[in-house]
């Protein structure tokens, strides 16, 4: 995966971590009904996806992480 396509990815998970955690920051309300997204499972996913582009942006970048 080049570094174009990290980037954008990347950009695209940062997005949506922000959008799922404002979404699941609202209170509920009852009178429309259940949530029947999980804002916060999708918040939490997408937020760790972030981190390993992230690093994977990084390594491509030239920087050794790990061992």
């Keep these: ?3 174009e396509l990290t980037a954008v990815l990347l950009a695209a998970a940062a997005l ?3 959008f ?3 979404r699941g920051a609202r209170k509920p309300d009852p009178m429309r009904g259940p949530r029947l ?4 499972g999708l ?3 997408s937020a760790a996806l972030a ?3 992230l ?3 990084v390594n491509l970048l030239g920087v ?3 061992r």
């Design 64 to 66: 050794t992480t790990g």
């Design 51 to 53: 981190v390993l582009l």
């Design 37 to 40: 997204i999980p804002w916060r």
């Design 16 to 18: 949506v971590a922000l």
């Design 20 to 22: 799922s955690g404002w």
């Design 55 to 57: 690093v994977h942006l």
């Design 43 to 45: 918040m939490l996913t």
């Design 1 to 3: 995966m080049g570094i």
